[in-house]
């Protein structure tokens, strides 16, 4: 029987409610939190780093990854150092390209030389992943975040992909690699067994957590007694 506790990835949880945050926070398998600025929109964040510090106030013993927005290098190089500079469990979220498609290598690269934790994002390919190890320092621990789930959306199986990317990734012992954007509940076993070290999830999704080693013809039970109230509760006839 699959169950969480034996699972040895780790879980983030992905979202911007504070609220929210918190009450993943007292769970004892969320190991981290993920944040991103469509995330922070979506929750009527409209103080950026006011939102990061009341945040990181209150989730002390948890990586917590803010991302940069800019789009230019300097500027984002200049955003990197100060959200480094809000706390020791900040890792610096930086996107793999700008909007012009460019590699981020020199943003990577001089924020590595800071010392920050980078957590590299919105990665689709193992040539971005062979580029992202290149600019890592294999003594400062780094992030890989690699969106299985979009890739699984364009028709193309993710396990095989992400293997090859932990292959790629392996020489570097201290950048882990993780498993973003995933779709279901399953993903996350996927993804504990090719040897990812991180998957992100949704609150929506670690809610479904509850359901793992559930019995099925239980389940089936329950589906079935849904669909029996809704029916009686709107007064359907035939």
Known sequence: MKRVGDLKIKIFADGADLKGILEMAKLPYIKGFT?????????????????????????????????????????????????????????????????????????????????????????????????????????????????????ADTGVDPIPHMAKCRDILAPLKKAELLWASPREVLNVFQANDIGCHIITCTNDMIAKLNLVGKNLTEYSRETVQMFYRDAAASAFSI
């Open 35 to 151: 944040t991103n600025p469509t995330l922070m929109r979506k929750a009527g964040i409209s103080n950026y780093e006011a939102f990061a510090r009341e945040l990181l106030e209150e989730v002390t013993d948890y990586p917590v990854s803010f991302e940069v927005f800019a789009d230019d290098f300097p500027t984002m190089i200049a955003q990197g150092l100060k959200i480094k500079s809000w706390g020791p469990n900040v890792n610096v979220k930086v996107p793999v390209t700008n909007t012009k498609g460019e590699f981020t290598g020199p943003v990577l690269r001089a924020l590595v030389k800071e010392g920050a934790i980078l957590n590299v994002t919105a990665i689709m390919t193992t040539q971005q992943v062979e580029e992202v190890a290149s600019s890592l320092d294999p003594k400062v621990p780094a992030i890989v975040s690699v969106f299985a789930g979009r890739i």
